[in-house]
């Protein structure tokens, strides 16, 4: 594989694939912004990968209060799945479990536009047993739920647009596991500033890259072994003498215009931090580019 | 392009039919064909042509200047653009308008946009009894909208509401709310006897209380409530001095418990 260089620290010319999803967000108040940001942070708990969590979520954005419908300050969350029906149990289970539950909250839609519309408080209403109250009013329906602390308002629907994208990566390849680490904090700090995107996997770093299959019946994804500096030797190793350890970022996001441009902002993180305090090499995951239609060429990226 | 224009050239011998009077009945009408449109609700024959003097203009936008309190029906039923009366109107104004926006800068007679479902209605003066109710024989009165009074209004404003938001900056007569089904209605100043009688559903607000309230609506006591800020929020720039009431802390009256029991009644403390 050709290598291109971004201020001393190589790229693969090589591409990540993402795939196309279904994705919805959610416009979280609170009486503080700690508040807001206890319920997206539950929320958005255990929302690492589809495969074992039924979505990946995160916080987008944290609001001032005058970006919120109801003037407190807030917390934008966009969740993903693999389908219309997973994202709607979802985001049901996850604002009625997460945000009905936490104090003070309210909930709005965090799309205001998209190609399906997904029940917000038209699902969570129930919990009112019958005390619940519907207002309308600047073209939008809330529901009003009366809970312990006083009344839990949440809008009634939210959009969900099929336009996302899921599965962009980076991976970071290092002389040592701190410096690497350094790295990937880089990167990450800048890309969930990128409007429209998450980093699902905790703190927007995975350290377990997988491929799939595995040669147990039942598992359908496995360790990376090709990525594992402690298996250099014993396999066919994608790592160079060098390298001893490897982080991904894995991004999603409402756009593919938006995933590119965070993976843009990494590489060039990566780039700036340089290859003596952070990464020696940044490089991308794909499948040949048969499976996902979005292939982010890290050469278009570089800074 | 300049509005299309009705000048009033005299008061009215008759109570007058202004319905016709609405953007999409005049759209691609000569000025002859509006001058013909007969607006008389007795045997006496009376057409636009004979009231007003018409001045040519873009029939999305009508002025009629020089109100009367015999100009009833002006707006009804419109869809879209604005008709603009510079004067009072009789009864029945704006009833059932769709769309559009219906601005009267004087005051209203009965019944004024009773039965909207959408769109503005604005009346910079007093509005008389019913406002935005039902007629005899109907179920709902209004069910979508913003109404706006800058004045006070007679009895029973908002009978059987069923959508939208009423706003009365002035105060409102006897029974404000009555049988209201859902909705808003907020007063900024006081209401007469027994606000929200016999109400289901629906949110009241009374800025300086009411005259009597009814003994059928429970104190649930004080709280700030995160819809009530959305309220405030959403009518802002319509009414800044109600939008400020409804960001106060606010007591809770549940009722009316003679009827269904699951409406309000705000009434702002401190």
Redesign the interface.
């Known amino acids: 594989m050709q290598r291109l260089t971004a201020k001393g620290v190589a790229v693969d010319d090589t591409f990540a694939e993402a795939f196309d999803m279904r994705a919805t967000a959610v416009v979280i108040?609170a009486p503080s912004r700690r508040w807001a940001l206890q319920a997206a942070t539950t929320m958005t708990g255990f929302a690492t990968s589809v495969i074992g969590c039924g979505c990946e979520a995160g916080i987008d954005k944290v609001l001032g209060p005058r970006e919120t419908?109801?003037?407190?300050p807030g917390v934008r969350v966009i969740l993903f799945a693999v389908s219309t029906s997973e994202l709607q149990k979802q985001l049901q289970n996850r604002t009625g479990q997460c945000v009905l539950t936490c104090p003070g909250s309210?909930c709005y839609a965090g799309l205001t536009a998209g190609d399906e519309k997904l029940n917000l408080g038209a699902a969570i209403r129930y919990f009112g047993d019958g005390?619940q109250?519907?207002?309308?009013?600047?073209g939008r329906r809330?529901w009003?739920v009366p809970v312990m602390d006083?009344?839990f308002?949440c809008e009634s629907t939210t959009w969900m647009t099929k336009k996302a994208v899921g599965g962009g990566n980076l991976l970071i390849l290092g002389a040592s596991r701190e410096k690497t680490l350094a790295a990937a904090e880089a990167a990450a700090s800048v890309m969930r500033r990128v409007d429209g995107v998450i980093l699902p996997f905790p703190g927007g770093v995975v350290r377990s890259g997988s491929k799939v299959g595995s040669k147990y019946k039942g598992a359908s994804a496995s360790t990376n072994e090709a990525f594992c500096p402690t298996l250099k030797g014993a396999v066919a190793t994608a790592l160079d003498p060098e390298v001893a350890s490897v982080l991904e970022i894995v991004i999603d996001g409402l756009t593919s215009e938006a995933v590119g441009a965070a993976m843009r902002a990494g590489v060039a993180a990566i780039a700036e931090l340089g290859p003596e305090r952070g990464a020696l090499r940044i490089s991308a995951g794909n499948y040949g580019g048969k499976l996902g239609k979005h292939h982010y060429h890290l050469r278009d990226l570089l800074p | 392009m300049n509005p299309l224009t009705f000048v009033t050239r005299a008061s009215p011998g008759q109570r007058l039919d202004l319905s016709p009077l609405t953007p999409q009945n005049l759209a691609e009408k000569s000025l002859a064909e509006i001058a013909a449109i007969e607006l008389q609700t007795t045997r006496e024959r009376v057409t636009a042509g004979d009231v007003f003097d018409i001045r040519a203009g873009d029939s999305e936008r009508i002025v009629i200047e020089g109100g009367s309190k015999r100009f009833d029906r002006a707006g009804m039923g419109m869809r879209s653009g604005s008709v603009v009366v510079e004067g009072d109107v009789g009864v029945e104004a704006g009833r059932g308008l769709f769309g559009g926006e219906l601005i009267i800068r004087g005051s209203a007679g009965p019944y004024a946009a009773s039965g909207m479902k959408s769109g503005r209605v604005e009346i910079f003066g007093d509005a008389g009894e019913r406002l935005a109710g039902p007629l005899a024989g109907e179920t709902i009165g209004m069910s979508g909208g913003v109404l706006h009074v800058r004045g006070s209004a007679g009895p029973r404003a908002g009978d059987r509401l069923r959508r939208g938001i009423v706003l009365i900056e002035g105060d409102a007569g006897p029974y404000a709310g009555s049988r209201m089904i859902a909705g808003t209605l907020a007063i900024a100043g006081q209401a007469g006897d027994l606000p929200g009688y016999l109400m289901n559903r629906g949110t009241i607000l009374l800025g300086a209380g009411a005259t009597m309230l009814s003994p059928t609506f429970a104190d649930c006591g004080v709280d700030e409530l995160v819809a009530a800020r959305l309220l405030a929020e959403s009518i802002k720039t319509t009414s800044p001095r109600i939008a400020r009431l409804f960001r106060r802390p606010l007591r809770r009256l549940a009722g009316d418990l003679a009827a269904l029991g699951k409406g309000e009644i705000f009434i702002p403390t401190l």
């Open positions: 108040t419908p109801d003037g407190r309210a005390w109250i519907s207002k309308r009013f600047g809330y009003r006083g009344e308002v």
